[in-house]
């Protein structure tokens, strides 16, 4: 890999080296944190874990081939090489950079409480039109997700598209000091994270540390329409590019909005230096914010408006992402990737523009602090007052929703599931042909299994 010899990683992470010194320059073929997934000459760095310490897995990689260790944790007597840290999570991070400094590329960093790898889809879409483009792949945002992207790029890359997320204050510049971008995204201040983050401008303040590590001359795009967001002025010398939906605040907006039901929206698209009519595929108002954030990124890095409209309508679809699966009897909504209450409402919205039944199979929303039961019950009474059916609300949490709906007194039927087998136990008596449903809930529900079940019926 590129500048990663043992050397010059020692080096970066601070860290001294034991074994055969003439290793040391030797570049490494690759980097990993799964000793299961190690290649020849490979460097193996030893992360612990909340259900597992790497360093019981160092012996594996080496036999797997790894060049050597990371690692924290004294070995004792060996006979492999290793370079001893202070921390290995750190060290991580620390090569990653390293690596990362290493490419002439255009990095886009987007961060948001909400919607950032929709966002980044789009973004990464329009800029392929023009550039071979290095993107973060399914959910690699955080501390170990981040570094282990960078370690993907290669030279034939032009643009970088990388998403961080983070729940805890301080995490937001361990993440924008590796990626260094030259354009900043914030998609909103919603509150996912409020247990740890506590309000929605604490998230602000977390959020906004990217701009501390943008490069000299970059761009920050924002979302406009967000309160905290519009409020925000120059940094660094840079005046933030507004997106959005109401033009007299927005540079970037969009116009003659006609939904197409499940197949997406159309709207006319308004930059600095023109505009132009498209088709997002992919259903929800929430993805025109995204189009218009591709647009603005679009534009910052040159390209014309015909390559931006491309990008825009051929937007690839994603599993779990508002990803629109049509089967002999149903048409399904997978969005059940992960959830907090501004993305639910959101799905609801993109559900009832369905023709039919509709039906929304909604799950425990993790990490909303001591408003948890009240964010819950919120979903409940919103889903009731926008045309849902029917909703099967699954996990203890998810009871409160179901409160909602009885608040409202409304003729939206709801059933409570304890858990996914009590459900699926009883999905063949309640799904309808024909209905349209839309399954939702915070990753770690895994709900994936809801959605392979439903497309069986």
Known sequence: MKNLTLQNITKACQGSYHGDPRLLSR?????????????????????????????QFVPDAVRNGALCAIIHEDPGQTDYPYILVEATGQALLDIAKLYRDSFDVKVVGITGSVGKTSTKEMIASVLSQKYKVHKTQGNFNNECGLPLTIFDLTDEHQVSVLEMGINHFGEMRKLSSVASPDICVITNIGVAHLEFLKTQEGILQEKIQMFQDMKAGG??????????????????????????????????????????GLKGTSCTIHLPDGSFSCT??????????????????????????PKIKDGIEHLPFIPGRNNIIQTDHLIILDDCYNANPVSMKASIDVLNMAIGRKVAILGDMGEL??????????????AASHGVHLVCAIGPLSRETIAGIVDTGSQTRGL????????????????????NILVKASHGMEFPELVNALKEL
């Open 27 to 55: 570049e490494v073929s690759s980097v990993s944190i799964d000793s299961r997934n190690i290649q020849k000459d490979s460097l193996f760095v030893a992360i612990n874990g909340e259900r597992f310490n790497g360093h």
């Open 219 to 260: 761009s920050i795009i924002l979302n406009g329409d967000d309160p905290l967001l519009s409020t925000l002025g120059p940094v660094k010398g840079a005046t933030p590019v507004f997106y959005g939906m109401i033009p007299e605040k927005n540079d970037i907006y969009a116009t003659d909005l006609q939904p197409l």
């Open 280 to 305: 997002i595929p992919t259903p929800g108002m929430h993805m025109v914010s995204n189009a218009l954030a591709g647009a603005a990124v679009g534009v910052t890095l040159g390209l014309t408006l």
């Open 369 to 382: 602090g001591e408003d948890e039961a009240k964010l819950h019950r919120d979903v409940g009474v919103y």
């Open 416 to 435: 409570w599931f304890a858990d996914k087998a009590d459900f699926l136990a009883q999905m063949r008596g309640i799904i309808q042909d024909g209905d």
